[in-house]
Nanobody
Framework: QVQLVESGGGLVQAGGSLRLSCAAS????????MGWYRQAPGKQRELVAVISSGGSTDYGDSVKGRFTISRDNAKNTVYLQMDSLEPEDTAVYYCAAENLISDPGMDYWGKGTRVTVSS
């Protein structure tokens, strides 16, 4: 099993920045891709960014050019640098990780960290 713990959320003004971190523990050798998803009140969960074990990245359209995902495999940690934040970025942000030996898709989820962007 893999446990994911997010940190770094909080309240920020529009135009500001935040950096989220997600530390993985447990059977980390089975982790493949890692990513960030978010869910705003009344909306479905959506992809923010994903990064493969080799460092390839993909982003949701609404965050391209503003957010940057990175990972430190030695520390089993994935980061999300969020710049030029907008009120529409307000959501609970969840870290997720893929199990390399299971079907494609995220298998493990953190409990989430709340990000609130004030106008």
């Amino acid at each position: 099993q893999v446990q994911l713990v997010e940190s770094g959320g909080g309240l920020v003004q529009a135009g500001g920045s935040l950096r989220l971190s997600c530390a993985a523990s447990g059977s980390t050798s089975i982790i493949g891709a890692m990513g960030w998803y978010r869910q705003a009140p009344g909306k479905q969960r959506e992809l923010v960014a994903v990064i493969s074990s080799g460092g390839s990245t993909d982003y949701g359209d609404s965050v391209k050019g503003r957010f940057t995902i990175s990972r430190d495999n030695a520390k089993n940690t994935v980061y999300l640098q969020m710049d030029s934040l907008e009120p529409e970025d307000t959501a609970v942000y969840y870290c997720a990780a893929e199990n390399l030996i299971s079907d494609p898709g995220m298998d493990y989820w953190g409990k989430g960290t709340r990000v609130t962007v004030s106008s």
